[in-house]
C-alpha cells in the first residue's frame, strides 16, 4: 500500500515561496503519475500540477504556469512543488496524489479520479 504524506505548507506573503513535499512510502512513488491538487474553502479540488512516472511530462495548471515547478527525487521517493510568487488566490489545502500513469497526464491532472492515493494535506496560507 502506498502512503503519501505532505509538508512545507504555511503562511507566507504575496510574492514568497514556499515549497511543498510528497514523501511515499510503501511502494515506489517513480512509477506512478503523481498531481498536486488545492482545495480553497467553498470551491471544487483542483489540479494544480502533474508529472508522469519517470521524470516527465508535466503539466501545469493556467493559474500556476511560469510560478510552479513540480519535480520528483527517486532515491528520497518524494515529489515537490516549488512555488514562486505567491498570490493570495493561492491560499487553500495542498494534496498531493499519485495513481497509475494510464492517461495523459494533462487528462489526469484534469481529474482527481484517476488518482488511487492521497495524502492528508497541507495548508497553504498568502497573506499579507
Known amino acids: 500500500q502506498l502512503q503519501l504524506v505532505e509538508s512545507g505548507g504555511g503562511l507566507v506573503q504575496p510574492g514568497g515561496s514556499l515549497r511543498l513535499s510528497c514523501a511515499a512510502s510503501?511502494?515506489?512513488?517513480?512509477?506512478?503519475?503523481v498531481g498536486w491538487f488545492r482545495q480553497a474553502p467553498g470551491k471544487e479540488r483542483e489540479g494544480v500540477s502533474c508529472?508522469?512516472?519517470?521524470?516527465?511530462?508535466?503539466h501545469y495548471a493556467d493559474s500556476v504556469q511560469g510560478r510552479f515547478t513540480i519535480s520528483r527525487d527517486t532515491d528520497k521517493n518524494s515529489v515537490y512543488l516549488q512555488m514562486n510568487s505567491l498570490k493570495p488566490e493561492d491560499t487553500a489545502d495542498y494534496y498531493c496524489?499519485?495513481?497509475?500513469?494510464?492517461?495523459?497526464?494533462?487528462?489526469?491532472?484534469?481529474?482527481?479520479?484517476?488518482?488511487?492515493?492521497w495524502g492528508q494535506g497541507t495548508q497553504v496560507t498568502v497573506s499579507s
Open positions: 496524489a499519485a495513481g497509475p500513469p494510464n492517461h495523459d497526464v494533462r487528462i489526469m491532472c484534469a481529474d482527481p479520479k484517476f488518482y488511487n492515493y
Open positions: 510503501g511502494r515506489t512513488l517513480d512509477f506512478y503519475a
Open positions: 508529472i508522469h512516472h519517470g521524470n516527465a511530462p508535466t
